[in-house]
């Protein structure tokens, strides 16, 4: 179970007439997909994410980071959207109704919030659907589909990459500008399921409490973004989220 929701929480976001949303790997937990702190499962149990999700370690094996994105992509496929990710795209249509901003930034790559219906979605890492050519610089989506080659090749013959952001590497222009366009604009700022370690991301939360926005953490456990929360409730976001968005509903 979770700490109770307090009263001002929902009297604030009531009144709420631009909201954020942060999001990070907590939100996809609920749907079977292991967070980047938990341990990675199977054969890849002895792989520290962290050392994958980089362009040094493309480089040195394309056909064993590629795999990874594969073994990733067949959890993404095998699982579905939860009830978190549910409460968010509701939280979206009754904002879009009464004319009021939403906007998600996701740090995940599983798209699970657009599966779930989630419009206004802003992916800062990428997504692990694309795939990117190192030669000509192709993007491909490939939902559902799983390689039959690793790496897999472009048409023109180049190595192909994941379309998302390793560590060391810069931001997409254009997801960073929408963010910090959000983060500008919000008075309502939620990070859910992050552990508010991974920069730029981390430093959200500060970005909007500094702009005037009420600020809410929901997170198993407390994080360096916790001390810039205005509230923060500890438990999954599965649970919490849908019983918070129906407490808005008149
Ligand atoms: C950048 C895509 C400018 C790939 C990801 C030194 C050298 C080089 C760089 C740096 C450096 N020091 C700092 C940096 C910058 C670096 C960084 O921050 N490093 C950290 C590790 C210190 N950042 C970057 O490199 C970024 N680029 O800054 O460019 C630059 C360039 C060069 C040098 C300096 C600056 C790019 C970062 C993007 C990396 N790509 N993903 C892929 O997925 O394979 S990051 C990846 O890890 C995720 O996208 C996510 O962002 C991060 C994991 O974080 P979380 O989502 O928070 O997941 P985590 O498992 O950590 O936590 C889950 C939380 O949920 C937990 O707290 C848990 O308690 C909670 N939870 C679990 N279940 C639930 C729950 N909560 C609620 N409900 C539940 N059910
Ligand atoms: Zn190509």
């Not at 939403?102 to 795939?131: K, P």
């Amino acid at each position: 179970m979770f700490s109770s929701i307090p009263d001002d929480l929902i009297h604030s976001l009531c009144k709420a007439k631009a909201v954020t949303v942060l999001t990070g790997a907590g939100v996809s937990a609920e749907s079977g997909i292991p967070t980047f702190r938990d341990a990675m499962d199977g054969l890849w149990a002895q792989y520290d994410p962290m050392d994958l999700a980089t362009p040094e370690a493309f480089a040195r094996d394309p056909a064993e980071v590629t795999r990874w994105y594969d073994h990733r992509r067949q959890k993404c496929m095998a699982v579905r959207p939860n009830s978190g990710h549910y409460a968010l795209v509701e939280l979206e249509r009754s904002l879009d109704e009464q004319g009021l901003s939403f906007t998600l930034i996701t740090q995940n790559v599983d798209r699970l919030h657009q599966r779930a219906g989630s419009q206004a979605v802003v992916e800062l890492h990428g997504s692990i659907w694309d795939w990117i050519c190192t030669c000509c610089g192709e993007k491909k989506e490939e939902f559902g589909m799983l390689c039959t080659e690793y790496p897999p090749r472009c048409t023109c013959g180049g190595v192909c990459r994941p379309g998302v952001v390793w560590f060391g590497e810069m931001l997409p222009v254009v997801a960073l500008e929408l963010s910090f366009a959000a983060l500008e604009k919000c008075d309502f700022f939620f990070s859910i399921g992050t552990s508010s370690l991974v920069q730029p991301a981390s430093e959200f939360i500060q970005i909007a409490g500094r702009n005037r926005a009420k600020t809410v953490e929901i997170n198993l456990e407390p994080t360096p973004a916790t001390p810039w929360a205005d509230w923060y409730i500890a438990g999954r976001s599965g649970e919490i989220l849908p019983g918070l968005i129906e407490r808005l509903s008149p």
